[in-house]
């Protein structure tokens, strides 16, 4: 398989559970990142991730965590979301920061 | 604070009829500025990306320009396949991706 891939790729769950988005690039590149988008607004970066390490959070609440084990597969773990939370998250990944390739995203809906 | 602000919101054109989708930005220390096509349902598949003012990029029936303030998006003779979001972002010296809000493009037969 090819490019980045995300799953699930729907998503129901109430403001109690815990779940995780999974995102897998085959790219071979360096960084990895977390997208929001909703509609009518841009997309909105959550998180970035250089060489496994964390370089960027921006401003996200602590229902969200993300996890990066390696180079190629980044997590978002879910809990005691928010309804305003559903949207359609988006992985992307780029080498040393240039064009970023983005995955098909996952739309996450919070009953 | 980047910021990139796309025009127009929506954009209905008739297959064949040219036009231009707008981005206008403001950064600080512009390293690249990027074309995207959003499918319904689907991430956003790079098109183009852009360095300097006066440079130009095509692909098919789309070109980009760009200059110090603004991009354009030039659609040639669109087919209904061309129908889709196209989404603008750029980086600068913060080396963060700052998106518009998209215009989104249909094309009728």
């Known amino acids: 398989e090819t490019g980045v891939t995300q799953t699930p790729r729907h998503l129901v769950m109430g403001m109690t559970n815990k779940k995780s988005l999974k995102c897998e690039q085959h790219l071979g590149h360096n960084a990895m990142y977390w997208y929001k988008q909703s509609a009518k607004k841009p997309l909105e970066l959550m998180f970035v991730?250089?060489?496994?390490?964390?370089?960027e959070n921006n401003s996200v609440p602590s229902r969200f965590s993300p996890e990066c084990p390696n180079s190629s597969h980044l997590f978002l773990h879910l809990h005691t979301l928010q309804p305003e939370d559903s949207a359609l998250y988006l992985c992307?990944?780029?080498?040393?920061?240039?064009?970023?390739?983005f995955g098909p995203g996952t739309r996450l809906t919070v009953l | 604070e980047d910021q990139v602000t796309q025009s127009p919101e929506a954009l209905r054109l008739q297959e064949g009829e040219s036009s231009s989708l707008n981005c206008s930005y403001t950064?600080?220390?512009?390293?690249?500025l990027f074309w995207y096509r959003q499918d319904p349902g689907k991430g956003p598949e790079f098109l183009f990306t852009l360095y300097s003012a006066g440079e130009e990029k095509e692909k098919e029936r789309l070109k980009a320009t760009l200059t110090k303030k603004e991009s354009f998006l030039h659609i040639t003779a669109p087919k209904p396949e061309d129908s889709a979001t196209y989404l603008c972002a750029v980086t600068g010296t913060a080396s963060k991706l700052t998106f518009g809000t998209g215009t989104r493009l249909q094309v009728t037969l």
């Open positions: 950064v600080s220390g512009l390293r690249g």
């Open positions: 992307a990944s780029s080498f040393e920061g240039d064009r970023q390739f």
């Open positions: 991730y250089n060489f496994k390490e964390q370089t």
